[in-house]
């Protein structure tokens, strides 16, 4: 069974540019879930899709953005970037049943903002 | 909201010794607790959870965590460390009746010294 894939794996862009990140979740899992890992800082909770619906979405400004497709796979969107976007962005995707259900990750992409 | 600290970011160790990690997570109501491991260059893989069914909880690669809730901790320990347990670790709550939306710990990084 294929696993949570993420494309690209890294990505180059300068400040002001927009980036687009890609997910296929695990065959069966409807929920996708977007963090972002920041060096230090742990994974910071992006956004939560469900069904195609955004579900919630964390303490990031509006310039990120997203969607979820009808083959349950997903996007995030991120408009003018800035420096301090550069991170590993980490999808992980689950088959939402209870709030002890487990996360599977991708492995994540790496955006660089010059 | 629920939350969780984990104590140090880096753990040193030498190889065949003790590990512990810590975790002290805070919630208003019943958690479900997690131990993710991130290896270089991978997403995060699920080591363990709590679920209420039992306090003390053994994962994968010898690891075990201990639910105690009077110290509002969730440790995770393994008696012997080999040097494929480099990684970083990360420490994560959801609630009973809540969001599903894991809340992570900042992480912590075990180095594994021959």
């Known amino acids: 069974e294929a696993g949570v894939t993420q494309s690209p794996t890294h990505l180059i862009k300068t400040r002001g540019q927009q980036a687009t990140l890609r997910c296929s979740p695990i065959?069966?899992?409807?929920?996708v879930y977007w963090y972002q890992q920041a060096l230090g800082l742990g994974l910071q909770f992006l956004l939560w899709?469900?069904?195609?619906?955004?579900?919630n979405r964390g303490n990031f400004p509006p310039r990120f953005s997203g969607r979820q497709f009808p083959n349950y796979s997903s996007e995030l969107n991120v408009n003018a970037l800035e420096l301090e976007d550069s991170a590993l962005y980490l999808c992980?995707?689950?088959?939402?049943?209870?709030?002890?259900?487990?996360?599977?990750f991708g492995a994540g992409s790496r955006l660089t903002v010059l | 909201a629920q939350s969780v600290t984990q104590l140090g970011s880096h753990v040193s160790v030498s190889e065949g010794a003790l590990v512990l990690l810590r975790c002290n997570y805070s919630?208003?109501?019943?958690?479900?607790l997690f131990w993710y491991v991130q290896y270089p260059n991978q997403g995060l893989q699920l080591l363990l959870k709590y679920t209420s069914a039992a306090t003390l909880v053994k994962g994968i690669n010898g690891f075990e965590a201990e639910f105690k809730k009077s110290e509002t901790s969730f440790h995770l320990t393994k008696p012997s460390a080999h040097m494929s347990d480099a990684a970083e670790y990360f420490c994560a709550v959801t609630v009973w009746g809540g969001s599903y939306i894991p809340t992570f710990g900042r992480g912590t990084s075990l180095i594994v010294h021959p």
């Open positions: 992980a995707s689950s088959l939402l049943t209870s709030g002890a259900n487990v996360l599977t």
């Open positions: 899709y469900d069904e195609g619906e955004e579900r």
């Open positions: 919630s208003s109501v019943p958690p479900y």
């Open positions: 065959s069966g899992h409807t929920s």
